[in-house]
């Protein structure tokens, strides 16, 4: 964002004093639509020659954005105005797609061309598939994601001019569209079973699990009750404004590389376990813990300060409350192991069991560590058949739709610029080269 970019002006201002010298600024406050006021540093080096130091960005806002609103004391989670718990349960993940990447909910007309648009981009290019046979077939999924998408500009010359704006939607439509076929083509892959082709009768979240357990043995049947949780999973995890793989992809996106490698960029970012890998760390742990008698032992070894083991699936950077996305998944939890008849799935009842004990102990309390999203999904995703290793994978493919569209957003910014964040250096000051011979 340029400089010189003066809108969300309020006409309040902070003041900053130089303490030694005695020299004051007044930095304008900028308001939003909801949440904090943010003071405008962006001309506070070349006013007072300090740089800002925020290291994690707890207090840093990195850019203007119209898509997600999320108040971490409140626990609420809005998309373009949306509240989080409406959207997953009264609408679908193609709506919540078309209002992330467009603004607003889309008209019935609106619905049935972007729906057909999607179905129209789901194949992939079949020469794609020899990426997959360089990989061994016990690569992580994530290797393989962040490989195959990237891959994918090296397909699609035709839509990556990204100031075109005709160009920009269609590889935003290829990427939502596509990522489904290759993170199912990835589940085959590690599992040495053919690969299953799309098919356009079936909605995203049936279409998605078609190719996953379909066989060529056998078909697969959709149970609605899978394809409403597996569709709510996407839309719950469809954007979460500026965490890091989001801003990742703004960065990468920010230097003007092509929208599928500042994809595959963000997929690298999300596949960390204190992002998106927490998924995956939840369902270990529970199988570490192993029974509901050693829950205090567990719960000890993550308040010690000196045993790196944290609670996964508990805490969040910006939710200091219940995250919103947990309470609608644990509801679609019980509905799933009903369902499938798993009514006493022991690593559910010590799941539940660790968020009783954590929900009332002191450490959690005190520090506001409640369930994340995470917690929930990796429960249900294990019941649906799914292997560990592929739920960041599923994370990764609902979070394309916002990831697209911050990094749409960010490229129609009039004043885009290339973000480059400054450092604190505590390296050595200047010092002459010795040459080896005179070292000690
Ligand atoms: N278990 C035990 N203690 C924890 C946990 C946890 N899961 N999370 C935070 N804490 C403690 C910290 O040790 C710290 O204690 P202190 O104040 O005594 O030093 C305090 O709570 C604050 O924690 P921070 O590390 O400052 O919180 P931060 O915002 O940096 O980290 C994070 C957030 C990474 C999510 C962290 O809570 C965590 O590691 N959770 C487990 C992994 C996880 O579930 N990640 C998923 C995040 S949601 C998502 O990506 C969809």
Excluded at 328 to 352: F, N, Q, R, W, Y
Aim: a negative charge; hydrophobic letters at 35%.
């Amino acid at each position: 964002m340029s400089d010189k970019d003066t809108s969300n002006q309020t006409g309040k201002t902070f003041t900053l004093t130089n303490d030694q010298t005695g020299e004051s600024w007044q930095l304008p406050v900028l308001d939003g639509t909801c949440g904090p006021s943010v003071i405008d540093v962006r001309k506070l080096y070349a006013q007072t020659g300090h740089f800002t130091f925020d290291p994690s960005f707890t207090s840093t806002g990195s850019c203007k954005s119209r898509i997600t609103y999320i108040d971490g004391e409140e626990g609420i989670l809005m998309h373009r105005g949306y509240d989080i718990a409406e959207l997953a349960s009264k609408s679908n993940f193609i709506e919540v797609a078309y209002l992330l990447l467009y603004g607003d909910l889309p008209s019935q007309s609106e619905y049935n061309e972007f729906e057909h648009n999607i179905k129209y981009h789901t194949m992939v290019h079949e020469q794609l598939i020899n990426f997959f046979k360089g990989f061994r077939r016990d690569a992580h999924p994530m290797a393989i994601m962040c490989g195959v998408i990237g891959g994918l500009s090296a397909f699609y010359h035709d839509s990556l001019d990204i100031w075109d704006p005709r160009q920009r939607e269609i590889s935003a439509h290829r990427l939502i569209a596509k990522i489904p076929t290759i993170a199912a083509m990835t589940y085959k892959y590690s599992l040495g079973q053919p690969f299953v082709y799309p098919r356009n009768d079936m909605s995203y979240a049936e279409n998605f699990l078609h190719m996953c357990f379909s066989v060529p043995a056998e078909e697969y049947k959709p149970n609605p009750i899978l394809t409403k949780a597996m569709d709510r999973i996407f839309i719950l995890h469809a954007d979460h404004e500026q965490n890091a793989s989001t801003s990742t992809v703004r960065l990468s996106g920010s230097s003007q590389a092509n929208p599928f490698a500042c994809i595959a960029s963000g997929i690298a970012s999300l596949w960390g376990p204190s992002h998106g890998g927490a998924n995956q760390a939840v369902l270990e742990m529970l199988h570490e813990i192993g029974s509901k008698d050693r829950i205090p032992e567990f719960l000890e070894k993550a308040k010690d300060k000196n045993d790196p083991f944290r609670l996964m699936g508990f805490g969040h950077r910006v939710y200091k409350n219940y995250d919103p996305r947990a309470s609608v998944l644990k509801e679609s939890c019980h509905e799933v192991l009903e369902d499938l008849g798993i009514t006493d799935d022991p690593l559910l009842e010590m799941a539940m069991e660790l968020e009783r004990i954590a929900l009332e102990d002191e450490y959690f309390v005190e520090r506001k560590l409640f369930p994340n999203v995470d917690f929930y999904s990796g429960i249900i995703l294990k019941a649906m058949g799914f292997n560990t290793e592929m739920f960041t994978v599923l994370f990764a493919l609902a979070r394309t739709v916002g990831w697209t569209s911050q990094w749409k957003e960010m490229i129609e910014e009039p004043s885009l610029r290339i973000g480059r964040p400054r450092q604190l250096y505590t390296g050595p000051a200047k010092r002459p080269y010795v040459s080896i011979n005179d070292r000690d």
